[in-house]
Structure formats: C-alpha cells, structure tokens
C-alpha cells in the first residue's frame, strides 16, 4: 500500500508545470503556446527557458524575467473536445430514445414493486 501511495505522489509532483528551481537560484521555466480547434486538432507549441531572477507582479504572481531559451519549441497536439461532446450528445440520445421506447416493462416493474412493499405492511 505504501508503493502506491508513493507513486501517486510522485506522479502528481510530475505533471506540474510551474517553474523549477535550481540550485544556483535560477528557474526553468516552461512556456507554452496552444492553437484549440472544437472539432479538429489542438495543435500547440512547449519550450523551455532558463531565467535569472524572479519577482511578484501587483497581484502575487510569479513573473520570470532575463529569459534565455534552453530548448527549442518542440510541437503537441490534442484531440479537440467537440467530437467528445457530440459523443456526449449521442449516448445521452441513445439513453433517452431507449428509455422512451421501454416505458411500458419501466412501469410494470415499478408497480409489482410497489405492491410487494405496500404489502408488507397492510394487517
């Protein structure tokens, strides 16, 4: 049980992608851009810099500054979700149509179980 919960830890500390401090006091900073499309292929762009120093911008958040690129923009892509949410669409049609069409043994079932619980209790 320990190895798991272990590996869920770790795996959780891997998918971040917020800069990573070095020991000398300098960040890794991923930086990425992304294209979405609802029906096609997200296409998108990852690169990774190395900056100098950190400071807060106004509102508390992290800004990165004296930027040098340390990898190239290597490219990803994604599915895009609106062929996820026209499946979504269908099957919850295809459930509806399938309980529209069986209404009649629904009722039936509903009513013999009804009966049996009415029954226990009449004297």
Same mark, same amino acid.
């Given at each position: 049980?320990?190895?798991?919960?272990?590996?869920?830890?770790?795996?959780? /500390?891997?998918?971040?992608?917020?800069? !990573?401090?070095? =020991?000398?006091? +300098?960040?890794?900073? $991923?930086?990425?851009?992304? #294209?979405?499309?609802?029906?096609?292929?997200?296409?998108?762009?990852?690169?990774?810099?190395?900056? /100098?120093?950190?400071?807060?911008?106004? !509102?508390?958040? =992290?800004?990165? +500054?004296?930027?040098? $690129?340390?990898?190239?923009? #290597?490219?990803?892509?994604?599915?895009?979700?609106?062929?996820?949410?026209?499946?979504?669409?269908?099957?919850?049609?295809?459930?509806?149509?399938?309980?529209?069409?069986?209404?009649?043994?629904?009722?039936?079932?509903?009513?013999?179980?009804?009966?049996?619980?009415?029954?226990?209790?009449?004297?």
């Amino acid at each position: 049980m320990k190895i798991i919960l272990l590996a869920l830890i770790a795996l959780s /500390l891997v998918a971040c992608t917020t800069a !990573f401090p070095r =020991a000398d006091g +300098t960040y890794d900073v $991923p930086r990425t851009v992304e #294209v979405r499309s609802p029906f096609g292929t997200n296409a998108g762009f990852v690169k990774l810099e190395h900056c /100098l120093t950190k400071t807060k911008d106004q !509102f508390g958040f =992290a800004e990165y +500054t004296d930027c040098h $690129p340390h990898k190239d923009w #290597v490219s990803t892509q994604s599915q895009g979700q609106g062929g996820q949410v026209a499946a979504g669409a269908l099957v919850g049609l295809g459930f509806g149509l399938g309980s529209a069409f069986a209404g009649g043994s629904t009722s039936a079932a509903a009513s013999s179980s009804s009966t049996a619980i009415s029954k226990g209790h009449g004297h």
